[in-house]
């Protein structure tokens, strides 16, 4: 796929969730069915979930498979945002962070004690790593997985909905992006290719 095309997928329903969650009033103003789903933060969870299932469905159409994370992660904001909307109660899709990065913590971590790098099945075609490697590179994401569910229930228990939007859009993304770079040590010492470029 192309890449940017994948980013927009992966990252436009956040947009929209974000966009519509500031603008709420005024699409409620411009589609008169909205403001029966109540607040911004409703309508946002609606949009979202409508987003989200547009992402995959064209994901699917395109590539014929779809990655476990964005398939896992739109299942849970599927399920999280429907007991949003039918118990009017924003909880649940704040909650949704939370559940899902503990999933994956728990899932990296749990594999690890059954001697498995389950990351490795994730990105073994983007990265070659030994198999030391991929174990560090299993522990360290399987952390950070809970680092993230534990900031979310900070931030949302803290802060206003329209802070934890904003956070959950525009914060999260750059913290992975620099968990990410700081990995790239780790990946370097243990990647196959440079071994083998050593070697030869």
């Known amino acids: 796929m192309n890449p940017l095309l994948k980013l927009v997928l992966e990252l436009g329903p956040l947009g929209v969730f974000f966009f519509a969650n500031a603008r ?3 699409l409620a103003e ?3 069915a909205l403001a029966a789903l109540g607040g911004p933060i409703f309508i946002a969870t609606a949009a979202f979930m409508v987003a989200i299932a547009i992402s995959l469905v064209v994901s699917y159409a395109l590539t014929r498979h779809l990655p ?4 896992v992660t739109g299942i849970v904001v599927l399920v999280f945002g429907a ?10 899709i704040k909650l949704k962070p939370t559940i899902v990065n503990l999933l994956f913590g728990t899932v990296l971590l749990g594999g690890l004690a059954f001697g498995r790098s389950f990351l490795g099945y994730v ?5 070659r790593l030994d198999a030391e490697g991929w174990r560090k590179l299993t ?4 952390l950070f997985f809970y680092f993230l569910a534990i900031l979310n229930e900070i931030v949302w228990r803290s802060f206003s909905t329209d802070f934890w939007v904003t956070f959950k859009v525009f914060g ?4 992975t992006f620099v968990f990410t770079l700081s990995q790239l040590p ?3 010492r243990h990647s196959l290719a440079a071994k083998e470029e050593k070697d030869s």
Do not use: C, E, K
């Open 24 to 26: 709420g009033a005024q």
């Open 30 to 32: 411009l589609f008169p």
């Open 68 to 71: 476990i994370m964005p398939l």
């Open 83 to 92: 007991l949003t909307l039918y118990l009017h109660d924003d909880l649940f």
């Open 123 to 127: 990105f073994d075609s983007v990265f």
């Open 139 to 142: 522990f360290r994401w399987g």
């Open 172 to 175: 999260i993304m750059p913290i």
């Open 186 to 188: 780790l990946i370097n």
